[in-house]
């Protein structure tokens, strides 16, 4: 079945369904989130162009950073988007398309308190929390650098900087893109580390495996906008 499934020419199967199928977390500002029930983000508006582009419907589909690749991996959607981090195991599973923007791991704090973290080891003690997300990057990278530090894992991202604002975590391990954006809507929160992160990420879409057809017109779609300007007006609306 799956062997017969990434044979298929993707493109086909989408316009011949009428639909796009996107999977998505819907808890990763700025790229994707719910407000009102329904879907609003960089990245979502990318795949409303998409798949005007290929001239069908939309269905986003919600998913977990846990599940993610799992669910790509089942056919549950066509493409995953919503700042995904390229990284070798999903290079290696999944087809990946050309990156849109640079990040990088850094921390999310109140607002004040910014000069209090700054390293890996201001944190990394049993005084302070940290909040993190489950199933992603992020988790990874708190598991690999903080053994001393008291973590509390959330399955919804959206609720860690909530955390950080109340008091209930000292600190957010995330992407420097997520940071800004808090920094930018909530002032009660700050950034440390946003222009020095301890890692360098690229952000992409993910697809299945096999699928180069797809992959070329995604990356070739992303171009277009570009040079229409469209990919400068969505950064300017939503990732600064």
Not at 107 to 126: F, M, Q, W
Not at 223 to 233: R, V, Y
Request: charged fraction near 30%; glycine fraction near 6%; charge should be neutral.
């Amino acid at each position: 079945m799956e062997k017969d499934y990434l044979q298929k020419d993707l493109i086909e199967e989408i316009q011949k369904r009428g639909i796009l199928r996107v999977g998505t977390t819907g808890d990763y500002k700025p790229f994707t989130y719910i407000e009102n029930q329904k879907y609003i983000g960089y990245d979502i508006e990318i795949s409303r162009l998409l798949a005007k582009a290929l001239n069908v419907d939309i269905e986003f589909i919600t998913t977990t950073w846990k599940d993610i690749s799992k669910d790509l991996e089942n056919q549950k959607y066509d493409i995953a988007v919503g700042g995904i981090s390229k990284n070798l195991e999903r290079e290696n599973k999944f087809e990946m398309t050309d990156s849109y923007i640079t990040s990088g791991k850094c921390y999310l704090v109140r607002k004040g308190e910014e000069n209090k973290y700054k390293s890996i080891a201001d944190v990394n003690n049993p005084n302070t929390i940290i909040g993190v997300n489950i199933g992603g990057t992020n988790e990874e990278f708190v598991d690999k650098n903080f053994n001393r530090a008291k973590i509390i894992k959330y399955f919804d991202n959206l609720e860690v900087p909530k955390a950080v604002a109340n008091k209930d975590v000292d600190v957010m391990i995330t992407d420097s893109s997520e940071v800004n954006y808090y920094r930018n809507h909530n002032p009660k929160l700050e950034g440390s580390q946003t222009d020095t992160p301890f890692t360098k990420c690229e952000k992409a879409y993910m697809l299945p495996k096999g699928q180069k057809n797809f992959l070329i017109f995604v990356n070739n779609f992303l171009k277009d906008l570009d040079n229409q300007g469209e990919i400068k007006k969505l950064k300017d609306k939503y990732l600064k």
